[in-house]
């Protein structure tokens, strides 16, 4: 068995999960940001006591621990080099584990563990290479190479967020414009639903807004889909950068597949086929956007089976 | 010693190089295009007894025999599925070239090989993880993860001439408009000049064009040197669509090292340094293109000498 925490701004989402992918408990709580460091690993501890206990499996049981951060991940070395929702700098977090929980542990990118859960059992299956993207508050990517996590330089590989998609674009957090984060995440969606009802357009979100006095992207992807044309158009907007983004990457490494996962993968149609539409315009002919781009399978659980994969991999070749 | 053809749509060139990669004999012949593969099988025959011959080489010197193609390669198969400018489609080969060569034969992609040839002998060694972009008449790419040449689904990784880059851009050879092979390959630099003529735009390139009829890639990249404002305009504008594309690029595989030759490679300083610019302007802050982009060292042979490790790779692995 083997113990996983997706480490994430504002939840850590744990679990307990056996070598064959199975989930046999899991926990959601909040992040404890204020505690930082130590904070976290108090509750990495505190969680996998509770789990043990309320599953009666004693620690021999745990054969290693597997963390996915929100950051830049030396994998090789176990240290988080950057994480900036968490405030963490070249934290040796395996190391520092160590102290808390008697497990070797090992650590990985939160979007590459949900691209190794997605490849294990979900929408990967049966493909060697891989590309998983994140579409939430941010825009994350694995990027998976002959069956393999590949990190890139400084762990830079699958940032694709920060893909350049737009001239005169919005600022991003990064600090650049024009990324395809400011265009095509859920935070994207909901600043460009309000946007619309602050300018005035005709649109059934200036309701939503009036109501909750703010419009999320779930908001307006279900106007979209009742058929209120100014969410239609920012959903379409939405969709044309990911297909220019999502074409374009797909020049370079030609995955057999792009998983497509993360809150607002949920969309489901409204969103993938218009992805797909721009995807082919912008590709090779020869190249179907319809046989390589496919939402994620595994949801919120998908980091979770990743890290379990990646420990016993880990576990293996020690 | 090994055999090692990069076959073009215009020239062979084909040499006798060792398992250092040092080069001990070259030929440059033009392809026969009309006699179509016989031809061409005819040529490689032709120019290996020419080889042995002159160098006083027995053939059971020759270990095995390597070969490079403008399109879309089968390793495995070794099977050419598409060569456009070759007018090939699904030929096998490697097969084929042993009824005209009696060695053992492997074929790659020509972009990939002189990723290859980069990697082991030019400004690529140390890396693992490379790519390599071809600014000739299009625009083709290689793409290195872990030390091997990453083919993709169909060999589509690396053809990176049809990123997009331009909306409401010129016409592709493939069919879509906008790719990077329309804005920055040699034909792009020399087709903006030409237009630059017709336009009226006050430009020394006038005289060439009234001297020579037509206008060269080194045409433009002369004059911009020069200092002929609209020359440098249209390298600039080449510069900021590769510096966009590679920018792009890094974000899905963040490699160590952007390897960039080709016949408009020869431009130096004067294409470089606004490509770094661009790249900067479009990357994360922390990216640094002037520690990442670097011009090919191996010129023309790169290729030959990435046909040699092909070779002595897959003797090794047999």
């Known amino acids: 068995m083997y113990l996983c925490y997706d480490l994430g701004g504002t939840n850590i989402k744990a679990g307990l999960?056996?070598?064959?992918?199975?989930?046999?408990?899991?926990?959601?709580?909040?992040?404890?940001?204020?505690g930082n460091l130590e904070g976290v690993l108090q509750q990495f501890k505190d969680i996998a006591d509770r789990m043990l206990e309320e599953n009666s499996i004693s620690k021999e049981h745990i054969l290693g621990a597997g963390l996915g951060v929100p950051g830049f991940v030396d994998m090789e070395k176990g240290v988080v080099t950057t994480a900036v929702n968490l405030g963490w700098h070249d934290v040796p977090i395996t190391k520092r584990l160590a102290e808390y929980l008697p497990y070797p542990a090992f650590v990985i990118n939160d979007a590459n563990a949900a691209a190794l859960g997605e490849m294990w059992k979900g929408a990967g299956q049966n493909y060697r290479d891989l590309m998983c993207i994140t579409l939430g508050t941010g825009i994350g990517g694995g990027v998976i190479i002959n069956g393999t996590v590949h990190n890139g330089t400084n762990g830079y590989a699958g940032e694709v967020g920060h893909i350049r998609v737009k001239d005169h674009g919005r600022r991003c957090n990064c600090g650049k414009t024009g990324c395809l984060e400011t265009e095509a995440s859920a935070s994207a969606l909901a600043f460009y639903g309000e946007k619309a009802v602050r300018d005035g357009v005709a649109t059934m979100l200036a309701d939503k807004m009036k109501d909750a006095g703010t419009i999320t992207s779930k908001d307006v992807v279900e106007a979209a889909a009742f058929g209120d044309a100014a969410a239609q158009e920012i959903v379409n907007q939405a969709a044309y950068y990911l297909g220019f983004a999502l074409a374009n990457m797909?020049?370079?490494?030609?995955?057999?597949?792009?998983?497509?996962?993360?809150?607002?993968?949920?969309?489901?149609?409204?969103?993938?086929?218009?992805?797909?539409?721009?995807?082919?315009?912008?590709?090779?002919?020869?190249?179907?956007?319809?046989?390589?781009?496919y939402p994620a399978q595994l949801g919120n659980d998908a980091g979770m089976i990743g890290l379990a994969r990646l420990v016993d991999l880990n576990l293996k070749t020690l």
């Open 250 to 293: 797909y020049m370079v490494i030609a995955p057999g597949r792009i998983v497509i996962g993360g809150g607002l993968a949920a969309a489901g149609d409204i969103l993938f086929k218009p992805v797909i539409k721009w995807f082919n315009e912008f590709s090779l002919t020869e190249i179907k956007g319809e046989e390589i781009i």
């Open 17 to 34: 999960i056996d070598k064959s992918g199975h989930i046999h408990n899991k926990k959601n709580i909040p992040t404890q940001v204020e």
